[in-house]
């Protein structure tokens, strides 16, 4: 197999069950094979495969063949139960994916198939909830009781957390990707003006380019060229963060965070991001809870350690549940 493999990494998670955890993601997939100390022995990180109607099955036949190369190189750690967070909308009470508009499955059964093939039991749950649970008991949203954590990478969905517990509506809750925040441009989920159309570091490297004829690698480069003066980046910038503010200002005024963490792709911009988005939040809030703006803390592993965490509480180790 080929992918990048890297050794433990990030915080333990402390004792508990033995676990492998899978994070599959639009692009990457990564496997972490977690030990009963809590400690992350490896992470594997690999292409997602992409194979149409059939792309679920294949998610499942690349984590068959990852936990058997872990469970080969640590043969002393085996994983009590799995935990898999897939994109899209997951019906974690049946572990089914129901729809991915990025990978193409519908109603995919994984928890059930994955469980026949690993011969160990799998719990399943969405992606970005997963990246929010870790955030909030391991990273940057601990010590908070009701947070948002936003992931701004090729989509943009929330983790809902409220007293101290995951709210995900029957996993609807937190798609404020999609909500309507502007006239334009058509969103992949059929509607238009959505967040994610506008303001995702897919979306701004896209617009840029549609604007300008010029390639852009990636939300990254655009901003460089805001900051360098290019007005084309300027206003594509500006737009993305006048529509994440007024995205957040609603989720503000309905759910009063105290904090919201911004992880993925963007949020890698750091001040150059939080501190305009914080003052167009102070503009648009008047009688509302200001909350902190945070950047993640656990990076691009947030979302394998929420799965290592699911898996640990699906085994019966991880008091007070998991998303």
Known sequence: MTGDVSPSAGPSLGPGPAVLAVDVGGTDTKSALVDEAGVVREILRRPTPHDGARTG??????AVEVAAELRARHPDVVPAAVGMVVPGVVDDERGVGVWSENLGWRDMPFADVATARLGVLVSLGHDVAAAGWAEYQLGAAAGYRDALVVTLGTGIAAAVLLDGRPYRGGGLAGEI????VADGPDCVCGGRGCLEAVASAAAIARRYTAATGRPAAGSREVLAAA???????????????????LGLSHAVALLAPQVI????????????LLAPLGRRLDDLLTFHRRPVLLRARLGGDAGVLGAALRARSAAGGAPGGAP
């Open 177 to 180: 990707g999609h909500a309507r």
């Open 57 to 62: 099955e294949r998610v499942v036949d690349e």
């Open 261 to 272: 963490v911004l992880g993925g792709g963007l949020s890698h911009a750091g001040e150059a």
């Open 227 to 245: 900051d360098a003066g290019d007005r084309d980046a300027q206003t594509v910038r500006d737009e993305a963060f006048d529509a994440l503010a």
